[in-house]
């Protein structure tokens, strides 16, 4: 008898690299820069709402998260049965891959892209298809030449991660009108809540009048509720029909559901974590080129970071700030090894973060 094997391209997806390293992060005194957490943590509303919820765990959630599914209706002005909640986003993401796309099939996303596009396509059995950048930004025109009769999924984080760059609602709706109404656009808008400029649009109102356009968004980031994993998708009626045939009845925890109506409700902590980091944001920026370094303008709660050669190369940097206790993000899984992410953190984190980077780069 022969022996048990996976799916052919199971064994071809490259696991998902978490930010931090297992261990360093309950040292004493680190610094945790490297998984663009929000350095203010959830709201106290949110977890006296995860704690009353606590007492209820031996009870099923609420199938289809109905009260989070108003409740961010009632936020966006949206319909609440154009939502579906998820485990994150990235349950969502699979979700989309498993439903639009198969064997034979192919999935678009930019070279640098979140690292799960390619992880979900391959995981539905369809052939992820990298597409090349330009000036590590998605480029609308590249992903429109890769696009073949087996394309099926487009998927653009906006603002992307790693890179921290963006693209403008325009640019956005003029890829969207460029697609065949076969190929669905995913906007994957998991840092939306950070991003301020207005030329920016998370595609509430593309997904509004198209029905080849989902939106993807998390709890994960400005409302600080990564542990609980909670995310939802904003599509057609159609499309949300689809999700709901695929997904688990109760893919989201009554802690986290009570935890993120929560964390909405209480828009003062949201806005402080925004107002943080458009004051902070650029001050560490600033820091970091007055060293000489190359980094990527962002939107989001996070700045990419260019190495040179060695001794002051990337990997060198990120072992020197461990040793300081300061955890930022490698990104040799994202084609980046030059490159490190730094998150957005507290103003002492990102003060002992610069000491520590300047440190290195004026060593011998």
Do not use: Q
């Amino acid at each position: 008898m022969g022996a048990l094997v996976p799916r052919v391209g199971v064994l071809d997806i490259a696991p998902y690299v978490p930010g931090r390293a297992v261990g360093l992060e309950d040292a004493p005194g680190t610094v945790l820069l490297s998984s663009n957490e929000s350095p203010f943590g959830p709201s106290r509303a949110a977890v006296a709402a995860a704690r009353k919820a606590a007492a209820t765990i031996n009870r099923y959630p609420d199938p289809s998260a109905s009260g989070l599914r108003e409740a961010l209706a009632a936020r966006h002005g949206i319909a609440a049965d154009r939502i579906v909640c998820g485990a994150g986003s990235d349950e969502l993401l699979g979700y989309l891959a498993r439903a639009y796309a198969g064997p034979g099939d192919e999935v678009i996303y930019s070279r640098h892209g979140f690292v799960m596009y390619p992880i979900a396509a391959r995981s539905a059995g369809s052939t992820p298809i990298s597409v090349p950048e330009k000036s590590l930004c998605t480029d609308p025109n590249a992903m429109l030449a890769a696009l073949t009769p087996r394309t099926r999924i487009v998927f653009i984080a906006n603002p992307n991660n790693p890179t921290g760059s963006w693209l403008t609602k325009d640019a956005i709706a003029r890829l969207h009108r460029a697609l065949p109404p076969s190929v669905l656009l995913v906007i994957d808008a998991a840092y939306a809540e950070y991003a301020t400029d207005p030329m920016y649009e998370s595609g509430l109102e593309l997904v509004t009048r198209h029905e080849n356009v989902v939106m993807t968004r998390t709890f994960s980031k400005i409302y600080a509720l990564a542990g609980l994993r909670v995310g939802w998708a904003y599509g057609a009626p159609a499309l949300v029909d689809v999700l709901n045939r695929v997904r688990g009845p109760f893919n989201v925890s009554n802690v986290g559901i009570a935890a993120a109506l929560a964390a909405l409700a209480d828009t003062a902590h949201e806005t402080r974590a925004r107002e943080h980091n458009s004051r902070w944001l650029p001050r560490l920026s600033r820091a970091i080129a007055a060293l000489g370094l190359e980094l990527l303008p962002s939107i989001g709660n996070f700045v990419l970071i260019r190495f040179g050669a060695a001794p002051k190369d990337a990997g060198s940097a990120h072992r020197f700030l461990a040793a300081r206790k300061v955890l930022v993000r490698p990104l040799g899984s994202y084609g980046l090894p030059d490159c490190l992410r730094v998150t957005v953190g507290k103003p002492a984190e990102i003060k002992a973060f610069v000491a520590a980077l300047t440190d290195f780069m004026r060593a011998p």
